[in-house]
């Protein structure tokens, strides 16, 4: 949540270094204007842009910490359901990375990129919940570490495993909403847009 904090304040301050850049004129004392005719049509212009930006910076942020009341789902506008998109094909799983933020995880343990595979397909499932994909997820990471427990008994092999899992659940639970976000909006189609390519 820290995280959290320190990303929204941030960018809220990019929100107001936004403002004083687009508004300089407003913040420059009575004595050093010059008298000028406004111009109405690109003050209102300027204001709509500005409004775009910071709209488009909110949906942003909104995607990447779970949307308007904390959590990660996918709905569409117009309050349907969504469908599943008609022709729609799955795309290869990328493992144990993302492209968009541009990481990836060479764990080099088979078992554990078929679970981000299966995580992957998951998140490209219309319909499917985030936290359900992140709960099947974590049960997958989960049982190799109690095989490798099981198999090679040695604490710190164990530990190892445990620290892994951890480390790479922790990214999905910060990091993946925007990318599950994305997956939906490919995956599925809302009653609005079926309407429009008609």
């Not at 995280?3 to 941030?10: A, G, H, K």
């Not at 359901?81 to 022709?87: F, V």
């Not at 919940?129 to 099947?136: A, I, R």
């Amino acid at each position: 949540m820290n995280s959290n904090f320190r990303f929204l304040t941030y960018f809220f301050l990019r929100i107001l270094t936004f403002f004083l850049f687009i508004f300089p004129q407003t913040y420059v004392s009575a004595c050093e204007k010059e008298p000028e005719t406004p111009d109405w049509r690109m003050t209102l212009r300027t204001i709509r842009n500005g409004i775009h930006k910071i709209d488009t910076y909110l949906n942003v942020a909104l995607d990447l910490f779970g949307g308007d009341d904390g959590l990660c789902r996918y709905s569409c506008s117009d309050g349907f359901k969504p469908m599943p998109r008609p022709g729609y094909r799955h795309p290869p799983p990328n493992g144990c990375g993302s492209p968009l933020f541009g990481f990836h995880f060479d764990l080099g343990i088979p078992s554990m990129t078929k679970c981000c595979n299966q995580h992957d397909r998951c998140y490209d499932s219309c319909g499917r919940l985030k936290h359900d994909c992140d709960d099947q997820f974590q049960d997958c990471l989960e049982t190799i570490c109690r095989n490798v427990q099981r198999t090679l008994g040695l604490s710190q092999t164990v530990q190892a495993c445990e620290s892994a899992v951890k480390l790479l659940f922790d990214a999905v639970m910060h990091l993946g909403c925007k990318p599950y976000l994305d997956s939906q909006r490919e995956a599925c189609v809302c009653q609005y847009e079926v309407k429009k390519e008609l």
